[in-house]
């Protein structure tokens, strides 16, 4: 007996399962392996249209061209069949909450870009969770301030659902100690996001900051969006700011550097400017100054 080939498995599923059960199955399929390796990102910039394609007996666009092998096996029409691939992209689209972007760019680009050319995107389902992680010594970084809360705009008019979630992560990889300075830069970035972010929440949709850096560990930044003064930060140095260093600290001697580094910090803020970051900007640029 001959092995029944993924289309003939599919076509079987889709007559003999109701769309519930089958909708458990694109859950089984979509596992963590699958989706640990889908690098989305990457697909944004790879996957751009039009393809080459053909067409199956009901008219339907079926793609024809390279697939990058991060893309499974059940979400292209080409093994599957038109009907199965579409339905488990949906799903996808529908239930995940891993989607990771890495530049503000690509906000557009996820919610309108047809990455597995089967004619679906994001954009026609409620938004459930999406995390933007800005790298914070990318050399891009410095393009953020200007176009940020354009780049946020397609949030204002994607649908939302009840618990949809947008986390915004800065985060510094730089190994040195210098690094913890992006946190000036991170402060910069939350203001020049901040009515949009007003705007996202009055949509229903909620919102969460932290900050990411080899000194501090993970720390939550949300609370200092909106009005924060230059006061403010300063508060923020000297207890939230200064907790996280103590907190990382492997030893004594890093434990007597935590003052020095909170002092250097409070004049990276009084100053307005970071000596290694793309930002500059005065101390004016505070709302409600000193």
Not at 17 to 45: G, H, M, N
Request: net charge negative; glycine share 6%.
């Amino acid at each position: 007996m001959a092995t029944p080939s993924p289309h003939d498995l599919a076509s079987s599923v889709l007559v003999r399962l109701p769309r519930e059960l089958r909708d458990s199955v694109y859950a089984y399929l979509w596992d963590q392996d699958i989706l640990s390796t889908l690098d989305y990102p990457s697909l944004l910039i790879s996957r751009a249209e039009p393809c080459r394609s053909t067409t199956d007996d009901e008219g339907n666009a079926i793609c024809l061209c390279d697939t990058p092998a991060s893309i499974p096996p059940f979400a292209q029409a080409v093994f599957v069949g038109y009907t199965f691939a579409t339905e488990a992209v949906t799903w996808l689209y529908d239930n995940y909450e891993g989607f990771v972007l890495g530049d503000p760019r690509e906000v557009m680009r996820f919610f309108t870009q047809d990455v597995f050319h089967i004619g679906v995107t994001p954009m026609g389902f409620p938004l459930r969770r999406l995390t933007l992680a800005l790298h914070l010594g990318h050399p891009s970084a410095n393009e953020y301030k200007d176009a940020l809360a354009f780049r946020f705009a397609p949030l204002l008019r994607v649908e939302t659902r009840v618990g949809a979630r947008l986390h915004v992560r800065f985060e510094s990889r730089a190994e040195d100690s210098r690094g913890h300075r992006h946190l000036f830069h991170a402060a910069m970035l939350m203001q020049a996001l901040d009515s949009v972010v007003k705007e996202i929440k009055q949509r229903g949709i909620e919102v969460s900051m932290d900050f990411k850096h080899l000194l501090t560990g993970i720390m939550d930044v949300g609370h200092m969006l909106g009005p924060a003064t230059y006061a403010h930060w300063v508060e923020f140095l000297r207890t939230e700011y200064a907790v996280a260093l103590r907190r990382a600290a492997e030893d004594d001697v890093q434990l007597q550097f935590v003052d020095q580094r909170v002092r250097a910090m409070e004049r990276v803020f009084a100053a307005g400017s970071a000596p290694d970051m793309p930002v500059a900007a005065s101390r004016r640029a505070w709302v409600g100054g000193r």
